[in-house]
């Protein structure tokens, strides 16, 4: 298979925004000439990153190394294939471009370190696999899909999502003001579950993380949450006994 690798090469500190790189990948244009926000100007991809390998559009993998930058909707629109990122993921990973209805429509995206705010606002379909932690309002508006943090979470998870799955590997961070999960009015608690379709999702993401993949294998007994009530959202929060 063919595999790209995008290594940040620009200034340190600029805020990068990926939301056109999903659309480049579905046309003919070179990614090199796809333009990205990078602060408050334009930018050629090819003069913010090193472009290495190939791509292949039948079936799409591409890594990106965020070094220096800090990067805001990284997998914005993504539909199909695997975005790796390593490092930091950034606000509003996987969520929708500018008036777009839906976020992330199918296809992996796996960061290696820790999310940002608003992760997988709108997403549809797709799995997205956090390493690290997440801030807040993880799958904010949440129409499908899968999500899964490794490690600590922030206030508003799941807020207004309809479907769509969330499992918190983790703990509330610190410094969360708001009542913990459990005892938010919006999720109603549905007990304690040892499903035959847990265990078959944690044998399909070890496959993919293997550090994951070992935190998952621990845990036999889920507990569910069913919400987000407010929108009549049928969408369910799960969290380890």
């Given at each position: 298979?063919?595999?790209?690798?995008?290594?940040?090469?620009?200034?340190?500190?600029?805020?990068?925004?990926?939301q056109?790189?999903?659309?480049?990948?579905?046309?003919?244009?070179?990614?090199?000439?796809?333009?990205?926000?990078?602060?408050?100007?334009?930018?050629?991809?090819?003069?913010?990153?090193?472009?290495?390998?190939?791509?292949?559009?039948?079936?799409?993998?591409i890594?990106?190394?965020?070094?220096?930058?800090?990067?805001?909707?990284?997998?914005?629109?993504?539909?199909?294939?695997?975005?790796?990122?390593?490092?930091?993921?950034?606000?509003?990973?996987?969520?929708?471009?500018?008036?777009?209805?839906?976020?992330?429509?199918?296809?992996?995206?796996?960061?290696?370190?820790?999310?940002?705010?608003?992760?997988?606002?709108?997403?549809?379909?797709g799995?997205?696999?956090?390493?690290?932690?997440?801030?807040?309002?993880?799958?904010?508006?949440?129409?499908?899909?899968?999500?899964?943090?490794?490690?600590?979470?922030?206030?508003?998870?799941?807020?207004?999502?309809?479907?769509?799955?969330?499992?918190?590997?983790?703990?509330?961070?610190?410094?969360?003001?708001?009542?913990?999960?459990?005892?938010?009015?919006?999720?109603?608690?549905?007990?304690?579950?040892?499903?035959?379709?847990?265990?078959?999702?944690?044998?399909?993401?070890?496959?993919l993380?293997?550090?994951?993949?070992?935190?998952?294998?621990?845990?036999?007994?889920?507990?569910?949450?069913?919400?987000?009530?407010?929108?009549?959202?049928?969408?369910e929060i799960?969290?380890?006994?």
């Amino acid at each position: 298979m063919n595999r790209l690798q995008l290594i940040y090469k620009g200034k340190t500190g600029t805020r990068v925004s990926l939301q056109p790189l999903a659309h480049a990948l579905l046309t003919n244009k070179p990614l090199e000439k796809c333009l990205l926000l990078a602060g408050t100007d334009d930018a050629p991809l090819g003069d913010l990153f090193t472009i290495k390998g190939t791509l292949d559009k039948d079936a799409v993998d591409i890594t990106i190394d965020v070094g220096g930058a800090h990067l805001w909707h990284a997998g914005a629109d993504w539909q199909r294939g695997t975005l790796r990122i390593n490092g930091e993921g950034g606000d509003y990973l996987a969520g929708g471009s500018a008036g777009a209805t839906r976020g992330m429509r199918g296809g992996l995206i796996h960061v290696m370190g820790n999310g940002g705010n608003h992760i997988g606002d709108k997403m549809n379909r797709g799995i997205i696999l956090i390493e690290g932690s997440v801030g807040r309002a993880c799958g904010k508006r949440m129409l499908g899909g899968t999500i899964v943090v490794a490690k600590a979470y922030d206030t508003h998870i799941g807020h207004a999502m309809r479907r769509g799955s969330i499992f918190l590997l983790g703990t509330p961070q610190k410094n969360t003001t708001t009542t913990p999960l459990p005892q938010d009015p919006r999720f109603t608690d549905c007990g304690a579950h040892d499903l035959p379709f847990l265990q078959m999702m944690t044998r399909a993401i070890d496959t993919l993380s293997p550090t994951l993949g070992k935190t998952l294998h621990k845990t036999r007994n889920w507990q569910r949450y069913a919400g987000d009530s407010i929108v009549a959202g049928k969408g369910e929060i799960w969290l380890p006994t």
